[in-house]
């Protein structure tokens, strides 16, 4: 098991490695001057110039890139062109807020995907099988946004039950610490700042959740049905199981093992939705700051935060990876 | 009052395509009666409904199955009348049943532990006796070190491991009743053995009732204490084991009889022609069922079915003093010393694997030192249990594989590098067979272009390939217009038989064969033993590997023993079988179920006596 994480990671650092060089080839051939852009409008071409030589500019493109790297891996990503402050501090000052979002999607998607996945299971050739058949095709046919959206007129909106603006109320101090709200909240015994954080979250976190989950929902109906027919499930039925025991106890976690590749790429998708539900929710996530940066042409940031996207879904692979060995012992060397 | 009583018990399935659905009777008018601890065999080859049965008694039919009529009475209740709360409490704790394929019958992901603790608490004994309970139930099951194995995964353990701990399972509860569907078919002749003696010895201390569910009529001998036999989903002949064998009163028991080779000398064997009628045909059929295949079927047959009459022997046949006439419709076939010139050569020959992941990576000596010859016109069998590499060696000899070392020379010719010299000499000398038909023929070629395939290859002209596929399938006893039909509309038989046509189209001097003829029924296994018999008239060579001792004896003229990747001894079969040299053919020979009438190997285990 150690041994694949460690191979794991060893796959992991190539990978970024490609896909950091990919864009920051990407980026530099796009027709914008981040020199000239960070310089006030009435700067001469010869300032231009010596902004040029002083970000590095002017030097060939491996070479800033290989500058870029080294400074990276010490930790260093630069200062942003618009913001006018390190990188590093507004990604790790953005990503909890992402983090929360997307956490707290996936518990959603991954309930609503388990929970329909076993009721379209249990519901097999009745009338109401058709019924949720029916929900999880509306549910998947809808993108997340225009979930969010939906949800912001009706229960925002016209019902006005929840909040669906930014991560607190705007009464509340946000307080320090992780970054967390619902982690800082309860450490600071601000039950009053958890519950709001908790409210502002529930909106967003849906949206995106519900539009996941349901090919999460198939693929386990799906694998349910195989594993139904497998000699266990009939040997254990004439042991006297119960049927809720067998499809808890037996099939649901042979079941699990196909369905696990969907969920993992079902979360990377997800992380990638969040960046639209953080502009419309107004969320101070990496989404919001990718945007602001696109809209700046902040290159170090598009990097730092394109980046980022990356470790997550590296890291959401070798979850999966850890959790297949958990879930099956076969893949668990004796 | 018995412990269970079958009565008039009619299992219909629905078949047909299209509009009309038709009702095909899966078990018709079965009436069974088992009495506390005896061991009630039910005998008959795939298709005869014998599955059914159980899973009738269990409750649970496949989908579009369902009871007609008729009742199963079990400790006085009516089984088929029970609500499903009852039968759950009843199931694993009054009745127990023991699965064929024991590695897929545990659940892969839970530990052995994990699935015995779930089985004691159905059984209602308190969690904190269960380590104990289970430590004690697997020692008694002979196996080695229980604590360590209640952590283990059930693919951590081989066939016979697992059948043990499914019979520590079932016996877990001191069950009335036992209902053992082909216990020991999925396992090794060795491992087979030993778990029938274990399950014996276990039942006659429990007291225990057992269905003994088998298409193996010398296994049922050994074991049971009455046989029934079925045929087409009826109960054709019941009565105590021993009178049952020694003067079987229907046909078809004779038939079975008399189709199995025997293991302590050569003889004839019936050969019945065709099959079992499948759903389809059942949902048509009148009259005998057996009467198509019946060798001294007459007057009326066809017309009247005669129900099961007698009292402690009973048969359904008219005409039941016949059945003692019948007498192998095939000869034993002789023997013969191989004189002709070698045809093939192995001297030394070694295969190792590597084995495990990028690092601790470890060898395998699949095969290890094996030398033989193999002459014109000879027919040499392999045999050895799973994993002793016969199938290594059959995979080196035709090329599939390359050894690590020694040398194969086939028709005078050096082929052991396998480059393109050696694959033409293999084309032209050799043909392969191999254990599982369905996955060997390509299922949307039709037969007739199957069998005609290596013609193709030759580029001979349609009307001789279609003239040449009809031959070979009428010498393979097929029906010629099965021509046209794709592999999956055939029987396992049927396909088989269509995988050696293949073969013999090419012309080879030399077939290797690997388990041909292992998991097809008796009487299709005799047509196909005629069959290679047949062939050897024609001069072919046959390299035939097989689990089964007693074909093996029955068809080859040389035996090759092997055992861990080593040829531990070779030489003339009945000298082989007649008078064993080394430890491990004894043990073999020992391990395989002794012919009916044959006194029983006594090899007791040491199980206690029941205490009080
Ligand atoms: N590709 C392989 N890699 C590693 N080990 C192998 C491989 N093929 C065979 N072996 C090993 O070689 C040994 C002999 O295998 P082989 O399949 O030839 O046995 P067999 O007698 O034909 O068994 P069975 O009756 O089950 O088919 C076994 O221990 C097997 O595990
Ligand atoms: S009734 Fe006739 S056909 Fe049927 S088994 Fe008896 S003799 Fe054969
Ligand atoms: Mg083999």
Request: proline share 6%; aromatic share 6%.
């Amino acid at each position: 098991m150690l041994r694949t994480l460690a191979w794991r990671a060893a796959v992991a650092l190539p990978t970024l490695l490609v896909v950091s060089s990919l864009m920051f080839m990407a980026l530099r051939l796009l027709p914008v001057d981040p020199a000239a852009m960070s310089l006030p409008p009435n700067a001469t071409n010869a300032d231009i110039a010596a902004m040029r030589h002083t970000m590095g500019l002017d030097k060939p493109l491996p070479v800033q890139y290989v500058i870029w790297l080294d400074q990276v891996l010490h930790g260093n990503f630069g200062q942003s062109i618009h913001f006018r402050r390190s990188v590093a501090g507004l990604v790790s000052n953005a990503l909890p807020a992402t983090i929360e979002l997307a956490g707290s999607a996936m518990v959603i998607a991954f309930i609503l995907g388990v929970g329909g996945g076993l009721l379209l299971f249990a519901l097999q050739g009745r009338r109401s099988e058709l019924a949720l058949e029916t929900a999880t095709t509306l549910a998947m046919s809808l993108p997340e946004f225009l979930w969010g959206l939906l949800f912001i007129f009706v229960f925002g909106v016209a019902l006005n039950w929840l909040p669906f603006t930014g991560r607190l109320a705007p009464n509340l101090p946000q307080p320090s610490g992780t970054g967390f709200l619902l982690i800082d909240s309860l450490r600071a015994g601000r039950l009053d700042i958890f519950w709001s954080a908790l409210l502002h979250l529930i909106l967003p976190a849906s949206a995106l959740g519900i539009a996941f989950a349901p090919p999460i929902a198939r693929v386990l109906r799906a694998s349910l049905l195989a594993t139904w027919e497998q000699d266990y499930i009939r040997q254990a039925r004439l042991r006297g199981v119960s049927e809720t025991r067998l499809l808890l106890a037996h099939a649901l976690r042979n079941a699990a093992l196909p369905s696990l590749t969907m969920v993992g790429v079902q979360f990377g998708f997800l992380f990638g939705g969040s960046l639209l539900i953080e502009v419309i929710f107004a969320d101070p996530g990496i989404g919001n700051l990718m945007v602001d940066a696109v809209r700046n042409a902040d290159l170090p940031v598009i990097q730092a935060v394109g980046l980022t996207y990356c470790v997550v879904v590296l890291v959401i692979n070798a979850v999966v990876d850890a959790l297949y060995m958990v879930l099956d012992p076969r893949l668990r060397r004796a | 009052m018995s412990l269970l009583t079958v009565e008039n018990l009619t299992v219909t399935a629905r078949v047909g395509q299209g509009g009309v659905a038709r009702l095909a009777p899966v078990l018709r008018g079965v009436g069974l009666a088992l009495d506390k601890g005896e061991v009630l065999g039910i005998v008959g080859e795939s298709g005869a409904g014998k599955s059914m049965l159980g899973r009738a008694i269990a409750g649970y039919l496949p989908p579009g199955f369902s009871v007609a009529g008729g009742r199963v009475d079990f400790n006085r209740r009516n089984l088929l009348a029970i609500t499903a709360e009852a039968r759950r409490a009843m199931l694993g704790r009054e009745i127990a049943f023991i699965p064929q394929e024991p590695l897929s019958a545990l659940n892969p992901v839970r530990t052995v532990f994990s699935q015995l603790g779930e089985h004691y608490t159905h059984l209602g004994i308190p969690r904190r006796e269960h380590r104990a309970r289970a430590i004690e139930a697997l020692a008694e099951v002979q196996l080695p070190d229980p604590e360590s194995l209640l952590r283990r995964f059930p693919h951590q353990l081989s066939g016979g491991m697992c059948q043990r701990v499914l019979i520590a399972m079932a016996f877990a509860s001191r069950p009335r009743l036992i209902v053992a569907d082909e216990p020991t078919t999925a396992l090794d002749v060795s491992v087979q053995a030993r778990i029938l003696e274990l399950m014996a010895a276990l039942q006659r201390r429990a007291g225990t009732a057992v269905l003994f569910i088998t298409h193996d009529l010398r296994l049922a001998a050994g074991i049971c204490d009455r046989l029934a036999v079925l045929y087409a989903g009826a109960v054709v002949e019941e009565g105590g084991a021993a009178s049952v064998l020694s003067r079987p009163l229907h046909p078809y028991t004779r038939a079975l009889e008399l189709a199995n080779p025997a293991l302590s000398a050569r003889r004839g064997l019936m050969v019945l022609p065709d099959h079992m009628p499948g759903l389809a045909a059942l949902a048509e059929a009148t009259g005998c069922r057996f009467a198509p295949r019946c060798p001294v079927r007459s007057h009326g047959c066809a017309e009247r079915e005669i129900p099961l009459i007698g009292d402690d022997r009973r048969v359904a046949c008219q005409y039941p003093e016949r059945t003692l006439g019948i007498t192998p419709s095939a000869p034993a076939p002789p023997h013969r010393a191989g004189t002709g010139e070698a045809l093939l050569s192995v001297e030394g020959l070694g295969r190792r694997f590597r084995v495990g992941g990028m690092f601790r990576r470890h060898g395998v000596t699949a095969l290890e030192d094996a030398s033989f010859t193999l002459r014109e016109g000879e027919f040499l069998g392999v045999v050895g249990e799973s994993g002793s590499g016969k199938s290594t060696l059959a995979r080196l000899i035709v090329g599939l594989d390359r050894p690590t070392t020694g040398r194969i020379i086939l028709a005078g010719a050096d082929v052991t590098k396998g480059d393109a010299a050696a694959r033409q000499i293999r084309l032209a000398n050799l043909q392969m067979v191999f254990q599982n038909p369905s996955s060997a023929l390509n299922p949307r070629r039709r037969v007739g272009s199957i069998v005609a395939q290596a013609l193709e290859a030759a580029h001979r002209p349609t009307v001789e390939r279609e003239a040449v596929a009809a031959e070979l399938m009428r010498a393979m006893g097929l029906d010629p217009a099965l021509v046209s039909r794709l592999p999956a509309q055939l029987s396992g038989g049927q396909r088989q038989r269509v995988n050696i046509a293949r073969a013999l189209a090419a012309r080879p001097r030399l077939l290797v064969a690997d388990e041909i003829v292992s998991g097809l029924d008796v009487s299709i296994q005799a047509q196909l033993l005629a069959l290679l018999a047949r062939l050897r008239a024609g001069g072919i060579a046959l390299v035939f590997i097989s689990h089964d001792l007693a074909v093996v004896r029955h068809l080859c003229d040389r035996v090759i023993v092997m055992q861990q990747g080593r040829i531990v001894e070779q030489g003339e079969t009945e000298r082989v079988f007649a008078s064993p040299q080394a430890d491990y053919t004894r043990e073999l020979l020992a391990a395989a179920p002794p012919d009916i009438g044959a006194p029983a190997p006594t090899r007791l285990l040491a199980i206690p006596p029941p205490a009080g």
